[in-house]
């Protein structure tokens, strides 16, 4: 029995130890700490700091979450150049267990790596940056750092060639950069930095062309990074001494009519003063020493195009030898079908600021021939120029070109609008024709058919007048028996004019006789009819004339199609393309692609005979086919159902 009870006392122990270890382990997971909260911190490398040498800046960002990263922003510093240079995001996890307790750490951090660049001795302020994530912002303090000056020298040399000015808002403007080192320099240089603080503005727009004969590369920092110039290098004499000249061309845009002022351009160079060979032989520096040259500072005065004199054609071009071109993808087209017409505009200028004028301006496009687009175009620069394309609708059958269109420019040479002008185009415009039930072709054996009212119906007095008839005031000639009678539109109304000669009824009381009751009552009713007309009347008045207008154009439109359904296929092909064309015609708001695609294919079933017949049904009738039918009476539906500029399909 003793073996027996000292092994359960051995298996209870092992129980409470496993019990115990549990309850240290939960208790060191809900004991854990809390979380800490976002701060930042700057840290800066030890000095000394020299101008035009460049020393690290890193703002550290600690318990923030890991998504997204933090934005951070910087405040407001001076005598140097800050750029940010890269980030590096880091997360750390670890666990450590201290009395049983076990404790988990998840640590992340964004580290944000800047330089700054000394551009003059004395105090530099570093500025406050401010992270923020989610809400939470955490910011730095700002502080002051001593720069160093450096010794001027002419062994090195940066000068900045630019016109004197004044300069207008979008003139390109070619500068130089020359950077000219001395031979003896060249051969101990160790680095140099570049600063143009020029490049920097905010109110210059630069474009960079590779040079006509590049042999080496000029660097210039900037504070968006390091800006490399294709550059051509030269031998030179400057003052005695044998000089390498490496020169780089930008072209300078002014955006904003505001004085440009910038500093000096600088150059920093580190010299070796002090060498030795390394293993592989090459030449290093031991000690250097660090000089700079300095050029002129920049104020170029900036104007605005004159507003006096200026052309409706002009469009914001400026500079030298514009041109236009402007080509067209059909010259024969049915009123209202579209147009699309393409511009290339070429010029010595800034293509990009340059824009289309106004194509219903003084010199362009009649609004009253052309549907023009509300908006300019947006237009594309490629090395030809830069191409617009524009999509116009003829509203006029008598137009018979694209005229010569106007583009003008401002000379900021001469200080004068140029202007120049494109081909015209020869149009063929036919009209869009009104089709109704008189003016198409019938078949051969509709012709001869009698119907009522016309000429070959055999029953006596079945010829009717027309409408023009009545309404110019006579009827057509009616032969009877050989006799030519004229009569009048009076003689077919039902209006009686004659004089009552009998006494005895016009002296006859009709309230005694009440015979006139019949009379009166129609009188009331007339009355009552001619109130609510006017009643009638006065709210169509009220309604828009446009929506009256187009309602009625729709009815015909839908009348005309039926019409165009019971010809023969190419017959009802045309008619359909026509019926179609006038809705356009009478209703431009209503074209779009789905409208054009439908004229189209009435186009082809007209001229190329046997299309379209798809089902064995068609080739016998010999219609317009029933997918084409279908389409254009629920295109039509659609638009007559949804409101001016809200029809479905895409608009051209």
């Known amino acids: 029995m003793q073996p027996r009870k000292n092994a359960l006392m051995r298996a209870g122990a092992k129980l409470c130890v496993l019990l115990a270890l549990g309850l240290v382990f939960l208790g060191g997971v809900t ?97 406050e940056f401010l992270v923020s994530q989610a809400g939470v ?17 002419n062994r090195v040399g940066i ?48 474009i960079d062309e ?156 009649d609004s009253e021939h052309f549907r023009i687009p509300e908006d300019s175009p947006a237009g594309i620069v490629d090395d030809d120029g830069k191409h617009f394309d524009v999509v116009l609708r003829v509203l006029d059958a008598g137009v018979r070109e694209i005229p010569a269109l106007a583009y003008s420019w401002f000379d900021a040479e001469t200080r004068s609008f140029q202007t120049t002008t494109s081909r015209p185009i020869a149009l063929s415009v036919g009209a869009a024709e009104v089709i109704g039930a008189d003016a198409v072709a019938r078949r051969p054996e509709q012709r001869s058919a009698s119907l009522p009212g016309s000429p070959t119906d055999p029953r006596p007095g079945a010829m009717l007048p027309t409408d023009s008839t ?5 009827l057509p000639d009616e032969i009877s028996g050989g006799a030519t009678i004229r009569r009048s539109s009076l003689a077919m109304s039902a209006a009686n004019l004659a004089v009552e ?13 009440g015979g006139n009751r019949p009379l009166a009552i129609g009188l009331y009713g007339t009355g009552l009819a001619v109130l609510l007309f006017a009643v009638f009347d006065a709210r169509r008045r009220a309604i828009n004339p446009a929506l009256l207008h187009r309602a009625r154009v729709f009815k015909r439109v839908e009348r005309e199609l039926l019409t165009a359904f019971g010809l023969p296929k190419e017959a009802g092909a045309a008619a359909l393309g026509r019926v179609l064309r006038e809705l356009v015609a009478e209703l431009p708001e209503e074209a779009s692609q789905d409208l054009d695609a439908l004229i189209a294919e009435c186009d082809t079933l007209r001229f190329a005979a046997g299309a ?21 009476v629920n295109l039509v539906a659609e638009r007559s159902k949804s409101g001016p500029g809200q029809s479905g399909g895409s608009g051209s």
Do not use: C, W
């Open 612 to 632: 379209g017949a798809s089902t064995a049904r068609e080739q016998v009738s010999g219609q317009v086919p029933d997918s084409l039918r279908e389409r254009a």
């Open 137 to 153: 912002s955490e910011s730095t303090r700002s502080f002051e750092l001593e720069i160093s000056g450096v010794p001027t020298t």
């Open 210 to 365: 590779p040079s006509a004969n590049p042999d080496t590369q000029l660097e210039i920092q900037t504070e968006s990074g390091v800006l490399m110039l294709s550059a051509s290098s030269r031998e030179s004499v400057i003052r005695g001494r044998p000089m390498l000249t490496i020169r780089a061309e930008r072209t300078m845009i002014a955006v904003s009519a505001e004085a440009i002022e910038a500093a000096p351009a600088t150059v920093f160079i580190s010299r070796g003063v002090g060498f030795r060979r390394d293993v592989f032989n090459q030449r290093r520096a031991t000690s250097t020493e660090k000089l700079m040259a300095a050029g002129d500072p920049i104020r170029i005065e900036v104007g605005e195009v004159p507003k006096q004199g200026r052309p409706e054609s002009f469009a914001g071009a400026v500079g030298v030898g514009f041109s236009l071109e402007v080509t067209a993808d059909r010259s024969v087209v049915q009123l209202g079908e579209p147009i699309a017409l393409s511009f290339l505009l070429r010029g010595d200028g800034d293509l990009s600021s340059a824009s289309l004028p106004p194509l219903d301006a003084a010199g362009l496009l």
């Open 159 to 206: 000068d900045l060639q630019i016109p004197t000015g004044p300069i207008f808002v979008g003139q390109k403007v070619p500068i130089v950069i020359e950077f000219q080192i001395a031979r003896e320099t060249q051969r101990d240089l160790v680095s140099y930095q570049i600063h143009v603080p020029l490049f920097d503005l905010s109110t210059l727009r630069f």
């Open 501 to 513: 000669r009998d006494p005895a009824r016009l002296l006859r009381d009709d309230r005694v006789v």
């Open 31 to 127: 004991a854990a700490p809390a979380a800490e909260a976002p701060a930042a911190r700057v840290q800066v490398a030890h000095g000394p700091y020299y101008v035009g040498e460049a020393f690290e800046i890193q703002v550290v960002a600690t318990n923030f979450q890991e998504e997204p990263a933090p934005e951070i922003s910087t405040g407001v510093y001076g005598g140097g150049v800050l750029r940010l240079s890269g980030i590096s995001p880091s997360t750390s996890t670890s666990i450590s267990i201290i009395n049983g307790k076990i404790t988990r750490v998840h640590e992340v951090t964004f580290v944000y790596r800047y330089e700054f660049t000394g551009t003059r001795k004395g105090r530099a302020r570093i500025p």
């Open 470 to 474: 009545v309404i110019s005031g006579t």
